[in-house]
Each structure stands twice: as structure tokens, then as C-alpha cells.
């Protein structure tokens, strides 16, 4: 007789609540390099003098039920690792939800970041990221996280499964500022500014 196919709402996975450190034989994982982060940073002159398979982040999430589900939930854990592009720090690439009434809840595990949330028409404001710190995302709202420590930044996310990711529109109409280190600091700065 075959064994019976577990669902992935049945394989066990755990978190080590240490480290953000999702298991699982049903986690997923993804990767993004500086190379597939082009275009995101504003100083692409820097960006280009960097070495394009350097690592900025990874997500590793677990799908209990097929994407798209109505009514089901996802999981995820994102570590983002530190360093700057120029003076902008190493940030996701950001994104909304396809679903713009599709909400999320953060918190952070450990290190030092900023996460950054940006309107429909990209006025951008931020929310300091620190251990415990915990963060709700509405549903309309775009959102990219940037670590702004010297530490690896481990954040854990619940997103509805009919979510979706939206990329395009960010590209477009995204954000109206970007975060960089001003004197040591983590400063909003507007695109149209003089900075840097
Ligand atoms: C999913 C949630 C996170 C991000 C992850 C990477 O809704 O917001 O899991 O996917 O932090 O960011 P991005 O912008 O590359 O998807
Ligand atoms: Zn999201």
C-alpha cells in the first residue's frame, strides 16, 4: 500500500525563534543578489562597482495551501544582511499586494532596521525595526524593509495566501523617498532632495 501523500498544511515545520531559522521539507526558499536588485538602488554607479553576487537578502516561507487560497495564510522569515549601496542601505526590493486590501503583520527577531511604507500616490514613512518590534502593514500600503545595523536583520511575516506581489507599480509610482546614512545615520530622505 502507498503511504498517504501528506498535505502541506500536515508537514511539520518549526521555527527556532533565536535565529528566525524556518525548517521544514516544505519551506521554500529565495535569494535575491545584488545583480537582481537592479535598478532598486539609487547610487547605480556604486551598484555597478559592487560584486553583483553578493547576497542582500533571503526569504524562506512555507505555503500551507496552494497560492491564491481565499481565507488561508502564509509564513515567512526574511533576513537581510547588512551594508549599503553608496549610502543607501541593503533593503528588499519591495513591493504592495496585488490584493490592495490583503493585510500583514512583522516582527522582528533581531538586528536593526527601518521598514519603510509608502502610499498610493509613494508619500513614504517609517517604522523603526528592533528586536520585539512588531509592525501592521495595511492592506494598500507598499512596503520594503532596509537594515540599518552591522548585524543580519531576521524579520518574520503572516501574509493571506490571495495576497499576491505586485513589483510593477513600486517601479513606477513607488516610493517617494529612500533611506540612507546621513552622518551615521538613518536619515528619510526625499528623491527630489539633494543628497547623498
Ligand atoms: C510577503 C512579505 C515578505 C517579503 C520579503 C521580501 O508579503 O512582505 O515575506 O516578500 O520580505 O521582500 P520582497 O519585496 O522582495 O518581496
Ligand atoms: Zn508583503
Not at 502507498?2 to 516544505?26: C, D, F, H, M, Y
Not at 553583483?52 to 522569515?77: A, H, I, K, S
Not at 526590493?93 to 490592495?100: F, N, Y
Not at 511604507?117 to 500600503?141: K, N, P
Request: a negative charge; charged letters at 20%.
Amino acid at each position: 500500500m502507498k503511504p498517504k501523500q501528506r498535505a502541506a498544511e500536515e508537514s511539520p515545520v518549526s521555527i527556532n525563534w533565536s535565529t528566525g531559522l524556518l525548517l521544514g521539507s516544505s519551506v521554500q526558499e529565495r535569494t535575491k543578489t545584488l545583480g537582481q536588485l537592479r535598478g532598486i538602488f539609487y547610487d547605480a554607479d556604486s551598484w555597478s562597482q559592487m560584486d553583483l553576487d553578493t547576497t542582500v537578502y533571503c526569504v524562506r516561507w512555507w505555503q500551507p495551501v496552494p497560492e491564491n487560497t481565499e481565507g488561508g495564510l502564509f509564513w515567512g522569515t526574511t533576513t537581510i544582511e547588512p551594508g549599503l549601496v553608496g549610502d543607501e542601505y541593503f533593503m528588499t526590493h519591495g513591493h504592495c499586494h496585488q490584493q490592495r486590501n490583503r493585510a500583514e503583520i512583522y516582527s522582528t527577531i533581531s538586528g536593526e532596521g527601518a521598514l519603510l511604507l509608502a502610499d498610493a500616490e509613494g508619500h513614504t514613512s517609517m517604522e523603526v525595526m528592533t528586536a520585539g518590534s512588531t509592525h501592521y502593514l495595511r492592506g494598500e500600503i507598499a512596503h520594503r524593509v532596509a537594515n540599518v545595523g552591522k548585524s543580519p536583520l531576521v524579520f518574520v511575516a503572516c501574509w493571506p495566501s490571495d495576497a499576491g506581489h505586485d513589483y510593477e507599480t513600486i517601479a513606477t509610482k513607488g516610493f517617494l523617498a529612500r533611506l540612507i546614512r546621513c552622518h551615521g545615520v538613518p536619515t528619510l530622505l526625499r528623491n527630489d532632495a539633494n543628497g547623498s
